[in-house]
Every structure is written in structure tokens, then in C-alpha cells.
């Protein structure tokens, strides 16, 4: 297997292409990169930013590159010993006509060889979509849209077409029957008549798309050359157009339903990502879908084009295992694959899937809670409680904004569930349908966890406990339903007792249930509860949560040790292109954490100064206090380095705060934005960063200090992510600081000019010796030179000891006084790597009060007694003690390697 030594995140659009890959790949392995980890590349929506909108998997993306260019990087990157992971989406697909195989079933229906494709619930009881796939596009309902000229009939080139403002969808052969027999007795329309009958026979004749699309042309362009059929065309959609009733009737006769896009939240018979209208969710488990849609892949693989795979939201899928199973069975033992997962604490992954781990969200958070400090996170907890008092607890907020969602943007599939249980006799007729749609709401939002996967029909330990926990909590919280959560929860675990065919009910009803607990506590908690519970914004963030009670080394040691024994290969990952923020600028606010007291009192300042630019003229306070405590956080996070306030940054916090605020759903949303509330908002965040104005006269000083504490953490957090069992991932960017906000800010184009010309300063510098390498690097700490250094040696570490890293031991190490630091050892035949990081204030400040002469690390008994500093050049000897003065008086952060000799 090629399991990458480090992998490099880069987001390709139309403005990062092939073309600048290829451009970059010098730079990357210079740097220490061995994998180029690419978003995906598939022909997507026109204009996509980031891929997952994909409408035809089996071809490149025009707007990224082609297959000759593609070749070419992997030519390039066999030459520099360099492989390829690739980002794929299994779950879904974009619901637009560019999505031919989804066009074609609006089309043909069950006579398109795509009717299986995509999860549609046929036989949805609501006579608008029984037998007719929902199409919420509108922007009002649909009558109003045909009373207002707003739908129309069209012709273009492939023929009849339903018009709505710039969209077009095809028009079904369900329909031809209705134009026929307004021609019937019209003899000028006999030519066309001719023409729509024929096209009425072909498309019910063969499945195939590609014939389909044949015949077409075959009769559509040669009838067009044609002047006299033109006017027929035109004179045939001026009369429709300009009847209403024969518009209805035709667009009523659709093989899909235009519907009022809000509509959506309430009935729904396909499956969508989350909550996006324009996601549609495919049917992976069907064997020809699966064939299908990863035959391109397949080709590159075989073609030494690709390496590896990272399976973008496998939580979605039906059968998630038998997914991973099957994409082993396709690939082959060798090729490398990791899962996008959220994991929540103490989670583990389930057994026997044939995959190397996750995409590295939950490292993330552990890395991040290794470098927060405990006493000071509960005095930020505390000071948030006084600040709002009537805040709920943290899990209560999770329940309440998962019940909100469900029942605001989740309406259609709650109800589909609660048929599914009826449907399925695993719910008594006798029992109030009402009762057991409120059940079915308490059983999802007091799911602990994203989902479980049952395969046998018969759950595991682990997972009975988590169904027997959310039966306590629902019962808990609504005692009068114990009968419908009883069955409910009978349903999701299965007994020895059930024959088999109520067993068969009941996993389907599970796999059913599993792939929308997951939408729904992403929505719940990620997209809304993170936005809300504003204790700490660091650790709101994907696979991280708040609530942690207690964390230490030991904890973090215990966790990594048990993570190499079960998934080596897993990703290390500090950020990616879901991050919330930066994971610099997480350790910004991780830091406050030290400096709890100096920030109480600044709030508070800080708010009285600002209190004038509070704007009450719009029926509320604007910014509310919430808002308000949530911008002083993103400005510690997010503030340029080198404290220069630019019109750009004030846009982006700006653009930040109002995605954030519709995000949390208190003031404004996304479906119906309060204009004047985010106007006034984004006032204030102007004129508090007005030179005009003494704010940032408070505010720097403060944010400077953090910032000396804030470099050398990002410099511990770097550092242990490369050195740590798994595969370290940079994210785009991030060999410098990365202090973004979420999506789309967390995706701007990288200045990769710059990082080179650094690193080749660096270089340069390095060469002149150790002094004129730390005054570069320490010159101008603003600009990231450091962690720049710190990423390319240990890359460069990782490349030369590349066994150590993937297949050493991790070996804890302790010093002989608590100084505030984590330290380990990485060995493998006899080559060592020892690891030595500061993870709170206390080695600071001894380094300042000289407090680490008589401070050294015990080292194991078969460690090397001569060790060199990969940072310093220096070489060290320690025989079983290791004076950390010795190895921290130059770089607060260590790497050291060493052998023992025979």
C-alpha cells in the first residue's frame, strides 16, 4: 500500500486548475510533501468553488483540466517519488439539468436505464408526488408561477422543454399525449405531430441513454433546418403559452412536480445532502450505480494516475460498509483510503471496514484541547454564564436546535420515517400517529451520536448501549410517550425473538433512520448549536466539542496510543476546508484560556466604549450581546498578524459575522435574512475598527500579548501533528499561519509565490548558520517564517526516517518537574525520534524567570545516548536525561533524532 508520508490539501476550481498544480509541485516537494490531496475534480456545476456539486462522475472537470494534463502531474509526480489522493462524493449528486442521468429520469422515468440512480421515493402517498419527483426550484407556488408567466413551454436542442426563469427542465413523454391531441385535428401540424409521436415511441423503446440522445438528433435536427417547421414550433408554443389551463395541464402531467422551494421543508420524496434542495443523494448500494459512477476512477487508478481515496460523507449511504467493502474489492489491497467521519469522544470507528481511518477531524480536537488550558476553559464558561444568564446548558441547546431543525427544514423526512415505521408494522395502528412522530423527534435528537451501522440485522454492544441511552434520555424528557418510543426503540434493535421478517422491517427501517440522525445532528450542532454556545469559540469546530470536562497529556498520550493500535494510517488533520477557522487563529482563542481575568475585564471595557455604535432604531439592539461577544472572539482569532486593518479584512469579518449570525438562527436565517439587523451589525464592526476610534487602541496591546503565547503553540500544534502516529495533512496555506474564518474565506486563493520565496530564504539562511537563521526567522513573527521552518524540517525529517514514522512506536516521555510541555519518542530498528513541545504557559515562563536548569527528561532505558537537533544542527548527548535548557535555549519547540549503534 502507498501510504502517504504527508499529504498537501489543495481546493481546485477555475481558478486553481491542473495547470497550477503542476506549476506548484516543485515548491511542494521541495517542501517535504509526498501527496497531492485533491478536492474533486469531476465535472461539476459551472463555476463551483469547491466540487461536491458533481453532475457527471465519469469525466474531469473542463474547468479544472484534462485528462492529458492530469497524466502529466502524475508523470511529474512518479519522477519526485509523489502519489495522489483523491476527494470523491458516493453520496450525491447536484440537482440541476446538467445532471444529464437525473434530466434524463424527469424525462423518461422508469423507461430512463437511470430510474434507480437517485434515492426518489416513487410511491409517496401525496398525490403531487406519487409517481413524480419533487423539483423545488420556485420562487412562489406553482400556480402563482403559471398566473404570472412565469413557466412556460420552450423548445431548444433537445426539443420540448419546460421554461422557468433561466432554468429549463425536459419535458416528459408522459406529456407528448397532451400536445398530440391538441394538434389532432390541426392538418398544418401534421410534420410535427409526426415528429413528437416518433419521439413519443423511441424514448419508451430503449433505456439507454446514449440512444435515446441519438434518436433526437436524428429526428430533431434535420426537422429544424427546415423554415416551415420552425414557424410550426413557434406557432404551436405561442398557443400553449397563452392558454393557463393547457399550461396546467401540461406542466401537471410532468414526470416531476415544480414545486415552491420552501416546500421542501415540510414534504420531500428524495433524499438531499442535509438540507440543500439542490443535493440529490444517490442509491450507492444499487450494483450498477456502484459500477457505474467509479469506472473513470477505476481507469486512473489502474493507470498509476491516482493513489488513494478519501470518501467524502459515507454517513449518508445506506450500507456504509459494504460501500468501503466493495470499493476494496474495486481498488485492491494497495490502495489507500480514509473516510470523512465525525467522531464524537470515545467513538470509535467500526470494526473490519477495509479502510486506514478518517480524514483527522477528531486529532484535531485533541490537539486543540492538548493546548487549552482546563481551569482557565471553566473560568471562560463562568464568565460566558454571566454574561447570559438564561442560557441553557450546552446539551440542552444541542437538543433544542436539532428539534428546531428537524421540525423547520426537516419536516418531509420526519414524516417519511414515521410512515416508514407504520409501513413497515413496526409501529400498532392503534398507537396516535401524533404520538409516534413526536417519539421518532425525541429518539433522533437524543442520538448521542451520528449514526450507527447495522448490517445483520443485530447491533453490537456498543451500539445497544447508545440506542438503550437514547431511550433513557427520550424517556426522560417525555415520559407520556414511553409507549411509541418503546416500539420505536424495538424497531432500531432487533431480537432474537422477532421472526424474520419483522427482523427484515426493522433493518430496513434502521439503515433507513441512520442516513438522517447524521444530516441532522450536523445541521444541529455544527451548522446552528456552534454559532449559538459562544463559551469558546476554539473548540466549535468540526469533530471538536465544548463541553470537555477534563484533558491532559496523559489523556492525549492514552489517545494517540490507542488510535496507532487501531488505525496507524488515520489523518492528522489541523484544518481543512470545513474548519470553522484557522487553526492558528483557533489557537488565538485557545490562549485566552491563560489570560481569562485580562479578558473579563477588556470585554467589559470594550463594551462600554463600543456601547455608542449599539444601533436600537430597528425594534432591537444591534448587535445583541451575543453577537457582540461572538466579534470580539473572531477579531482575537482572525485580526491581521501585523495589525494593519485593511477595507479587505473588514469585508471578511464582515461577510464572516453575517453567515455566522444567519448560521445561529436567533436574529436572522437564511431563508428569511433580517437586512437591517446584519446592516447594523456590520456598522458597528466598522466603526469599531475605525482609526477614529480607541477601540483598537485596547484591543492590540492585548491581542499582541496573546500572539507571543499563540506562535509557539501553532509551533507545538505543527510540530506533533507531523510526528505523532498517522499521516499529517496540510491544508492549503497553512505552512503559514492561517488565521481565515469559515467557507468561503477558509478558501482563497494561497499566495504560493510568497511560501516559496520564503522557504528559500530560509534555506539560504539556514546555510549562514544558527544566528542568522533565528534573526530571519524571528525578525518579522507576522509573517509565519517560522512555522514555515518548522513544517519544511520535520517534512524533510519525515522523508529521511520514513519507517520511524509510519511504523515506530510512540513511547510517552516525562520530565522530572511539571514544566508545561509533552514530550515522546518515535522508534523503529534502533532509529529514534524524540519529540519535545510546550502545551501551556509554564515552560514560557521559566524559560523568562531561568527556571530550566534543573529540568530534564527521563529518557528510555534504550534510547540513544547522541542525538541531533533536526532545528539547531546541534548535537546533544544525554545519557538516560535530557536537559530541556540544552535542547529549548534556541527554538521553543524540539526534534531530535538518533541511533543506537551495535
Not at 36 to 59: K, N, R
Not at 240 to 250: H, R, S, T, W
Not at 642 to 664: C, H, M, P, Q, W
Not at 853 to 860: E, G, I, T
Amino acid at each position: 500500500m502507498k501510504v502517504p508520508l504527508s499529504t498537501y490539501r489543495l481546493q481546485l476550481n477555475n481558478s486553481f486548475t491542473f495547470k497550477h498544480v503542476a506549476e506548484q509541485i516543485a515548491y511542494l516537494h521541495e517542501l517535504g510533501i509526498t501527496t497531492i490531496y485533491a478536492s474533486p475534480v469531476f465535472t461539476a456545476s459551472t463555476g463551483s468553488t469547491h466540487g461536491y456539486d458533481v453532475c457527471d462522475p465519469l469525466c474531469l472537470n473542463n474547468e479544472i483540466g484534462n485528462l492529458k494534463q492530469l497524466q502529466q502531474i502524475a508523470a511529474t509526480l512518479r519522477k519526485n517519488n509523489m502519489t495522489w489522493l483523491q476527494d470523491i462524493v458516493p453520496n450525491h449528486m447536484v440537482f440541476s439539468m446538467s445532471n444529464k442521468r437525473l434530466a434524463d429520469v424527469l424525462e423518461r422515468d422508469v423507461f430512463s436505464q437511470y430510474y434507480n440512480w437517485f434515492d426518489i421515493d416513487w410511491h409517496h402517498p401525496d398525490p403531487e408526488l406519487h409517481g413524480r419527483l419533487m423539483v423545488p426550484v420556485l420562487g412562489k407556488p406553482l400556480n402563482e408561477c403559471i398566473q404570472q408567466k412565469e413557466i412556460s413551454l420552450g423548445f431548444g436542442e433537445d426539443g420540448l422543454e419546460i421554461k422557468y426563469q433561466k432554468q429549463t427542465f425536459p419535458y416528459s413523454i408522459s406529456a407528448y399525449d397532451v400536445l398530440l391531441s391538441v394538434m389532432e385535428y390541426e392538418p398544418e401540424f401534421e410534420p410535427l405531430a409526426d415528429v413528437l409521436y416518433k419521439l413519443h415511441s423511441a424514448g419508451r423503446a430503449d433505456r439507454a441513454l446514449t440512444s435515446w440522445l441519438e434518436v433526437k438528433r436524428f429526428l430533431l435536427q434535420p426537422f429544424m433546418l427546415i423554415d416551415k417547421n420552425k414557424a410550426l414550433v413557434k406557432q404551436l408554443l405561442a398557443m400553449v403559452n397563452a392558454d393557463e389551463q393547457l399550461l396546467q395541464k401540461i406542466v401537471q402531467q410532468q414526470y416531476y412536480h415544480l414545486s415552491f422551494w420552501q416546500d421542501a421543508n415540510h414534504k420531500i420524496n428524495y433524499r438531499r445532502f442535509f438540507a440543500v434542495n439542490e443535493l440529490i443523494a444517490l442509491n450507492m448500494d444499487d450494483e450498477d450505480v456502484f459500477n457505474e459512477y467509479h469506472s473513470l476512477l477505476v481507469d486512473l487508478y489502474e493507470e498509476d494516475i491516482i493513489h488513494g481515496l478519501r470518501l467524502d460523507h459515507i454517513d449518508g449511504l445506506r450500507e456504509p460498509g459494504e460501500y468501503v467493502r466493495g470499493l476494496r474489492e474495486l481498488f485492491g489491497e494497495e490502495c489507500y483510503m480514509i473516510i470523512e467521519k465525525i467522531l464524537e469522544r470515545d467513538e470509535a470507528l467500526p470494526p473490519l471496514w477495509p479502510m486506514q481511518g478518517t480524514t483527522g477531524y477528531e486529532f484535531g480536537s485533541q490537539v486543540s484541547w492538548l493546548l487549552t488550558n482546563m481551569t482557565g476553559a471553566k473560568e471562560m464558561v463562568n464568565f460566558y454564564r454571566s454574561l447570559f444568564p438564561e442560557m441553557p446548558a450546552y446539551k440542552e441547546i444541542l437538543f433544542e436546535k436539532k428539534l428546531a431543525f428537524l421540525k423547520k427544514f426537516m419536516g418531509g423526512e420526519w414524516d417519511n420515517l414515521v410512515r416508514n415505521l407504520y409501513d413497515g408494522q413496526l409501529m400498532p395502528a392503534t398507537i396516535d400517529r401524533e404520538k409516534v412522530k413526536q417519539a421518532l423527534a425525541l429518539f433522533m435528537c437524543c442520538f448521542p451520536v451520528y449514526r450507527l451501522y447495522p448490517e445483520d440485522g443485530r447491533m453490537d454492544e456498543e451500539s445497544k448501549r447508545v440506542i438503550q441511552q437514547t431511550f433513557d434520555d427520550a424517556m426522560l424528557r417525555a415520559p407520556e410517550l414511553r409507549e411509541p418510543l418503546t416500539y420505536l426503540t424495538a424497531a432500531v434493535w432487533n431480537t432474537d425473538e422477532q421472526d424474520e421478517i419483522t427482523n427484515s422491517h426493522c433493518l430496513s427501517f434502521q439503515k433507513r433512520l441512520m442516513q438522517f440522525t447524521g444530516p441532522l445532528t450536523a445541521k444541529g450542532v455544527e451548522d446552528t448549536t456552534f454559532y449559538v454556545y459562544n463559551a469558546l469559540l476554539a473548540h466549535n469546530e468540526v469533530g471538536d466539542t465544548p463541553d470537555v470536562e477534563a484533558f491532559s497529556v496523559d489523556h492525549f498520550h492514552k489517545w494517540i496510543v490507542q488510535r496507532q493500535r487501531d488505525y496507524p494510517y488515520s489523518m492528522n488533520a489541523t484544518s481543512t476546508h470545513d474548519s470553522k477557522r484557522g487553526e492558528d487563529g483557533r489557537i488565538r482563542l485557545n490562549v485566552l484560556t491563560w489570560f481569562v481575568n485580562e479578558w473579563k475585564q477588556l470585554v467589559e471595557q470594550w463594551r462600554q466604549i463600543n456601547s455608542k455604535y449599539i444601533i436600537t432604531a430597528i425594534g432591537q439592539q444591534a448587535p445583541m450581546l451575543q453577537d457582540e461577544y461572538f466579534i470580539y472572539q473572531s477579531l482575537i482569532a482572525g485580526f491581521p498578524a501585523d495589525g494593519n486593518v485593511t477595507d479587505e479584512y473588514i469585508t471578511r469579518l464582515k461577510n464572516y459575522f453575517i453567515k455566522s449570525a444567519r448560521e445561529a438562527k436567533i436574529y436572522t436565517d437564511w431563508q428569511q435574512p433580517d437586512s437591517a439587523y446584519e446592516e447594523a451589525c456590520c456598522r458597528f464592526i466598522e466603526q469599531i475598527l475605525s482609526p477614529k476610534h480607541n477601540f483598537l487602541q485596547s484591543f492590540q496591546p492585548f491581542l499582541n500579548n496573546i500572539l507571543h503565547y499563540a506562535y509557539v503553540f501553532s509551533l507545538s500544534q505543527v510540530l506533533i501533528k507531523f510526528t505523532v502516529p498517522g499521516v499529517p495533512d496540510t491544508y492549503q496555506g497553512c505552512e503559514l499561519w492561517n488565521n481565515s474564518y469559515v467557507d468561503p474565506d477558509n478558501r482563497r486563493p494561497v499566495n504560493f509565490a510568497i511560501a516559496n520565496k520564503y522557504l528559500q530564504e530560509i534555506k539560504a539562511a539556514e546555510k549562514q548558520g544558527l544566528p542568522a537563521l533565528y534573526s530571519y526567522l524571528y525578525c518579522e513573527t507576522q509573517n509565519g517564517k517560522q512555522k514555515l521552518f518548522i513544517t519544511w524540517k520535520t517534512l524533510q525529517c519525515r522523508r529521511e526516517r520514513a519507517a520511524t514514522f509510519l511504523y515506530g512506536s510512540y513511547i510517552p516521555v516525562y520530565a522530572s518537574a511539571d514544566c508545561g510541555i509533552i514530550a515522546y519518542a518515535r522508534e523503529h530498528n534502533d532509529q529514534w525520534v524524540l519529540v519535545i513541545a510546550p502545551v501551556s504557559d509554564a515552560l514560557l515562563i521559566a524559560k523568562g524567570k531561568q527556571l530550566l536548569p534543573d529540568v530534564y527528561l527521563q529518557l528510555p532505558a534504550n534510547a540513544p545516548v547522541t542525538w541531533k537537533n533536526e532545528f539547531t544542527g546541534e548535537t546533544i548527548h544525554a545519557h538516560k536525561k535530557m536537559p530541556l535548557e540544552a535542547v529549548l535555549k534556541v527554538f521553543p519547540v524540539a526534534l531530535l533524532t538518533g541511533e543506537v549503534l551495535a
